[in-house]
């Protein structure tokens, strides 16, 4: 019981990992085998990219757009996309921001591991460029709280779930930074990275921004302990997919310590998410493939077509400033380069407008949009 108010409150306190009893892991073998497999195909595959960074650059910010989605945001991947580009003018809305953050955050995240190790220091520095702007910078960018918060309700009494108070807190993130460090467990990384994307949610230990934090976790431990060679294993689409099932095994641990029912739901996630990666990826390697072989070779701006096709693959939305300053062209040449592309179906103007027009690689963004549309309000 802790006191949060004027109210006494049951609050859990998570026990130290790994658990005990110990995960009973021969039961988990098949998925664990899958999920392994999947993750094998994705970096493999990625290998095979002409442009492995340009597939990372479009991936990290559907994860960022997708993760802010799970906790309320209404943006979508191409409102961050047209802010990037500058295809759109002004300020952006606290959504774009968030999810901008996210892709910093993410960022510098990857950037400091080979230096610098997955630490309770790290997680601070993440979640500081997290909430630096936008919805949530006045909730303590970068510190652990240091009052109760909970989950659910309008207050702690009437709360579905209650964290730890603040002198638990520390000690329970004290053994959680123990616990990703050592090396004599003999779990495997796939599910040590259930284990410590359920504890750190449990243990919430700031006052906004847990659940981006906590996904985030995932893909930095997995790359710390060598599991993946490239950051690409994201798995906020299939929770929001499949968010009851997320809160519901989540809960679960803490009430009847069903920990292989989450890690089942974990391992299944891992799979399903590296193998729609994997497909993803290769149909944008053939849809680049298919529109550069409609681009005629023998036309007299063939050339400027096929290098404005390019910028496209890493900027799918652009207007006629932006796509001179990436190609070097003109700007009649780019717009006589545009008006080929929108007559090959490859390109579609979006405004609506006579000036300030913007171009989408629509098919592109069709690859990349899947199941990204914002929650219902």
């Not at 040590?192 to 934090?213: M, S, Y």
């Not at 040449?333 to 171009?359: D, Y």
């Amino acid at each position: 019981m802790t006191q949060a108010g004027d109210e006494t409150v049951r609050a859990y306190i998570p026990p130290p990992l790994p658990p005990d009893p110990p995960i009973a892991i021969a039961g988990l073998a098949v998925r664990l085998s899958a999920a392994d497999r999947a993750l094998g195909r994705l970096d493999g595959g990625v290998a095979l990219l002409p442009d492995m960074g340009l597939f990372l650059y479009m991936y990290v910010r559907k994860e960022a757009v997708l993760s802010s989605q799970i906790e309320g945001a209404q943006s979508t991947l191409s409102d961050l996309l047209r802010f990037e580009t500058d295809a759109e003018s002004g300020e952006p809305v606290d959504d774009i921001r968030e999810v901008s953050n996210y892709v910093d955050a993410m960022r510098y995240g990857i950037e400091r591991l080979p230096d610098f190790p997955l630490s309770l220091r790290l997680i601070r520095e993440l979640h500081q460029r997290l909430l630096r702007s936008g919805r949530g910078m006045n909730k303590n960018p970068g510190e652990f709280r240091n009052s109760q918060n909970w989950i659910g309700g309008t207050r702690p009494g009437n709360a579905l779930y209650v964290p730890p108070p603040v002198i638990e807190m520390q000690a329970c993130l004290h053994d959680m930074e123990t616990f990703i460090h050592a090396t004599h467990d003999d779990l495997p990384p796939l599910i040590k990275a259930a284990l410590l994307h359920h504890q750190f949610e449990t243990i919430h230990p700031f006052l906004d921004g847990n659940g981006r934090v906590g996904r985030l976790l995932v893909t930095l431990y997995l790359c710390a302990a060598g599991v993946l060679q490239h950051p690409l294993l994201y798995l906020s689409l299939y929770f929001k997919t499949h968010r009851q099932d997320y809160y519901r095994l989540l809960q679960e641990v803490r009430e009847n310590g069903n920990w292989e029912a989450w890690i089942e739901f974990f391992l299944d996630g891992v799979t399903e998410t590296a193998n729609q990666a994997s497909n993803e990826a290769m149909a944008i390697v053939n849809l680049f493939k298919q529109d550069r072989e409609r681009i005629p070779k023998d036309g007299a701006n063939s050339g400027s077509v096929l290098r404005l096709h390019g910028a496209l693959q890493a900027h799918p939305y652009i207007n006629a400033k932006r796509a001179a300053a990436q190609t070097g062209l003109s700007m009649p040449t780019v717009n006589t380069a545009l008006e080929t592309l929108q007559k090959l179906g490859i390109v579609r103007e979006v405004t609506g407008k006579k000036r300030g027009r913007v171009f989408c690689y629509t098919a592109y963004m069709a690859i990349l949009g899947a199941g990204m549309q914002p929650p219902a309000d």
